[in-house]
Nanobody, 123 residues
Framework: QLVESGGGNVQPGGSLRLSCAAS????????IGWFRQAPGKEREGVSC????????NYAASVKGRFTISRDNAKNTVYLEMNSLTPEDTAVYYC??????????????????WGLGTQVTVST
């Protein structure tokens, strides 16, 4: 089971750190992806990290502002989000896949999904 946390309301230009924690699974054994879905839009890949943590990928819209990382000792994956804009408003989901590589496109790669955490960027 995956549980996201850290979402909330923030003003434009602000920052949030999302966490993805697991119970019953060791996240170090999985490729992890962060996805988001805004109202009326399709779910899109935001960032992902491969199983060993050696490769990360970012959507063009968040590159340079978001950072994905994993803390295997805490069995947690983080998404640090800076310089947030209203366009970042969405429900953010983490997903775990029994794979070496991660993907921002192939959602079928992921076996487990969290229920999401809401991020709202507004004045």
């Amino acid at each position: 089971q995956l549980v996201e946390s850290g979402g909330g309301n923030v003003q434009p230009g602000g920052s949030l750190r999302l966490s993805c924690a697991a119970s019953g699974n060791t996240l170090a054994n999985y490729a992890i992806g962060w996805f988001r879905q805004a109202p009326g839009k399709e779910r899109e890949g935001v960032s992902c990290i491969n199983r060993p943590g050696s490769t990360t990928n970012y959507a063009a819209s968040v590159k340079g502002r978001f950072t994905i990382s994993r803390d295997n000792a805490k069995n947690t994956v983080y998404l640090e989000m800076n310089s947030l804009t209203p366009e970042d408003t969405a429900v953010y989901y983490c997903a775990a896949g029994d794979a070496y590589f991660c993907s921002l496109i192939e959602r079928g790669l992921y076996d487990y999904w969290g229920l999401g955490t809401q991020v709202t960027v507004s004045t």
